[in-house]
């Protein structure tokens, strides 16, 4: 079955330091591949995706993924943190059927901190 | 462009009590979705419709029933809702091909 692994259940760091956060999956064949954040009592927006091509995506906001096929990974990265970035982030996945529906991870909540 | 509309955005309900969560959306898309959304849980698949007519069981479907009215409404029910049903509830609409969802503002129920 899918899954999606967001080991990291809280991350805090310091404003202006640099940001990473995991996302492994598993699957026989590479998923379309999906980070979306979530301001408190928000509901969920997109920060950015990969299909395909280009291992490293660039999303908004400031932030990128690099998939990375061997390690099953597509980890979110920021070189410096805002203090408008607190909030919990979501990576998810869906087969490239398109058919079965889009698979979440559990969260990792930011904290950031002066 | 309203995208994917939610509501209630707020309800409490007593154990036992019924109703309907309704969404909508504007985008012409066969794909909606219902989640529910705990605490250290993520986000949780209880129904979802790949196009008008069909319906399919998610990851947590007990004590839900769900319709889709048309290609625009997919609508969840609570039949006899009790506490461990109190969660916010996110309706979604798919991109033909799965390549992108747009969220609703979420329903966010209490069960007392």
């Known amino acids: 079955a899918q899954s999606v692994t967001q080991p990291d259940i809280h991350i805090t760091v310091s404003e202006g330091a640099s940001l990473e956060l995991r996302c492994n999956y598993s699957?026989?064949?590479?998923?379309?591949l999906f980070w979306y954040v979530q301001s408190p009592g928000q509901g969920l927006q997109l920060l950015l995706k990969y299909f395909s091509g280009d291992t490293l995506v660039q999303g908004i906001k400031g932030f990128e993924a690099e998939f990375k096929r061997s390690q099953s990974s597509f980890n979110l990265r920021k070189p410096s943190v805002h203090w408008s970035d607190a909030a919990e982030y979501f990576c998810?996945?869906?087969?490239?059927?398109?058919?079965?529906?889009?698979?979440f991870g559990k969260g990792t909540r930011l904290s950031v901190i002066a | 462009n309203a995208g994917v509309t939610q509501t209630p955005k707020f309800q409490v309900l007593k154990t036992g009590q019924s109703m309907t969560l309704q969404c909508a959306q504007d985008m012409n898309h066969n794909s909606m979705y219902w989640y529910r959304q705990d605490p250290g849980m993520g986000l949780r698949l209880i129904y979802y419709?790949?196009?008008?007519?069909?319906?399919d069981k998610g990851e947590v479907p007990n004590g839900y029933n769900v319709s889709r009215l048309n290609k625009r409404e997919f609508s969840l029910r609570l039949e006899s809702a009790a506490p461990s049903q109190t969660s916010v509830y996110f309706c979604?609409?798919?991109?033909?091909?799965?390549?992108?969802?747009?969220f609703g503002q979420g329903t966010r129920l209490t069960v007392v």
């Open positions: 419709s790949a196009s008008e007519g069909t319906t």
């Open positions: 699957y026989g064949a590479t998923p379309y």
């Open positions: 979604a609409s798919i991109k033909q091909g799965g390549t992108e969802a747009f």
């Open positions: 998810a996945v869906v087969p490239p059927s398109g058919n079965t529906p889009l698979v």
